[in-house]
């Protein structure tokens, strides 16, 4: 089977979250299995597209309203990340540092998924499914079906996976004179609630619906930021996959990122020397417990709790534990986070930046990590923490609810909470620090988590199962 997946991230070319993630490694999976996956992200201008090596395979051009755009299809030559990987390159439009946050990103992914799909309208033979990723590229089922210029591609089948629904891409009305002439009659698949809504487009024209966790789809049915209603009346072609994680990123026997690889056999060792390098690196006590939180500091993972709610955990078990943060986003809670650091210096740090290698040296190192969201697709941090051996602290609710088990419930590993407040958070640090200061429980934690299998294998198989069901 031949695969298309067209997304705005994949690791390790463009990554912001955990879009980047999953586009980087589910590819790899599907091509291990005998199929062939490709990834098509915009060209932008990031590290990895300076430390490689690229070969024009395409150029094109097409209008949008009445401004005319040439595009180039290039392609990593020495297929370093196990699958084919295509940027989308358009002039002055796509080629930027960032991903997203510029005022013209509704014109930046109309015209790339134009361009993509202006490009595989010329193959000379068809894909088996065109796998869609979040609303940058959700119109593309809309305009494979309705618009005249790629009636070849009517018929094949699509897939959206959705990531995250708190972002739809809204556009003005006005801006539908971007796409290529389509049937007007249908302006309905593109609107909700007046406005066109590319993610609503993509679920109502996608052959089949997915989101990144089973718990995340029934959520989306009572609250998804105004779509509760679409996901009820499409529920028969949705459903949730949960995430994998990838086996070959993230794995603490191999990881070049961290200090000491370690095992499920030799782990405390290798986590200690981890923990060391981190104290000492960010002026912590290695011996107490270290909890870790790794995100974007936006309210969805409620990042606005965490100023007070580490406060408070550092004022009230004074010298019983240490906390390091990493991570960038609202600038209210960035500067909280920041200018805490002077009462408690010893015990508390705070990194406001994007830094890869340093997760990795986190998820190793530490023993929590705290995970209080209030809306969580699938989380990817709970799942590479566990691997590392460190205790997920969790909210639940969405992929969380469904990766994490209580340490309270038979075989459980976790430690979870309901609702994302203060006091809940409170009553589960307390109970972080008694299941470190309760060493052999500990030990058996660990190892526990590292042995579960959170790798693609399952969940490339519900990928397949699903594009069968379509084609
Ligand atoms: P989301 O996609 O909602 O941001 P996920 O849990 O799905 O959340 O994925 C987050 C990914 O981004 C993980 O790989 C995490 O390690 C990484 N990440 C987030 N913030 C940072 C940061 N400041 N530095 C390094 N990695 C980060």
């Known amino acids: 089977m031949e695969i298309i997946h067209v997304s705005a991230e994949c690791y390790p070319m463009a990554k912001v979250g955990g879009l980047a993630d999953v586009v980087g490694a589910l590819p790899k999976y599907q091509q291990q299995q005998g199929h062939i996956a490709k990834v098509v992200v915009p060209m932008y201008r990031t590290k990895f597209l300076y430390e490689n090596e690229w070969e024009v395979v395409h150029k094109g051009n097409f209008a949008m309203e009445k401004m005319n755009f040439e595009f180039t299809i290039i392609k990593e030559s020495k297929n ?25 990103d509704t014109e930046r992914f109309c015209a790339f998924q134009i361009a993509v799909l202006e490009w595989i309208n010329k193959w000379e033979h068809l894909p088996n499914v065109v796998h869609v990723h979040d609303h940058h590229a959700a119109l593309i089922p809309f305009m494979m079906q309705h618009c005249f210029a790629y009636n070849k591609l009517k018929n094949t089948a699509t897939l959206l996976t959705i990531h995250n629904a708190q972002y739809q891409g809204w556009m003005a009305w006005e801006k539908a004179a971007y796409l290529p002439a389509w049937n007007t009659w249908l302006w309905g698949l593109l609107d909700w609630d007046n406005i066109v809504n590319p993610l609503a487009c993509g679920i109502k024209c996608a052959g089949k619906v997915n989101t990144v966790s089973p718990g995340y789809m029934q959520e989306l049915m009572e609250e998804a930021n105004g779509l509760e209603n679409l996901f009820k009346q499409e529920y028969a072609k949705c459903s949730g996959i949960i995430n994998g994680i990838d086996y070959i990123v993230w794995n603490p026997e191999k990881d070049t990122y961290i200090l000491d690889n370690f095992s499920v056999i ?25 909890f870790i939180f790794i995100g974007r500091l936006v309210g969805e993972k409620a990042a606005d709790l965490l100023p007070e709610a580490i406060r408070s955990a550092l ?21 909280a986070l920041m200018n805490m650091q002077s009462s408690f210096v010893g015990y508390y740090n705070t990194q406001i930046t994007y830094n890869e290698k340093l997760s990795h040296l986190m998820y190793a190192g530490a023993d929590f990590l705290l995970m209080p969201s209030r809306v969580e697709p699938c989380g990817l941090n709970q799942l590479y923490a566990m691997r590392y051996g460190t205790v997920p602290i969790v909210r639940r609710t969405g992929g969380l609810k469904d990766t994490v088990k209580d340490i309270d419930e038979k075989n459980g590993y976790g430690l979870c909470f309901n609702y994302a407040t203060l006091n809940d958070i409170d009553i589960s640090i307390q109970r972080a620090i008694e299941l470190f ?9 660990r190892k526990r988590m590292m042995l579960i299998d959170n790798s693609w294998i399952a969940s490339a198989q519900q990928y397949l199962n699903l594009y069968t069901s379509i084609i």
């Open 266 to 290: 030799d782990y405390t060792e290798g986590k200690a020397l981890n923990k060391k390098k981190l104290c000492d690196d960010f002026g912590l006590k290695k011996e107490l417990p270290l």
């Open 80 to 104: 370093k990340l196990g699958f084919d990987l295509y940027c989308v390159d358009i002039n002055g439009l796509l080629d930027r540092e960032k991903v997203y946050g510029y005022d013209d």
């Open 437 to 445: 200061n309760n060493n052999n429980k500990m030990k058996e934690i």
């Open 315 to 335: 004022t009230l078990y004074e010298g019983e534990l240490n906390f390091l943060i990493l991570g960038s986003g609202d600038t209210v809670v960035e500067n």
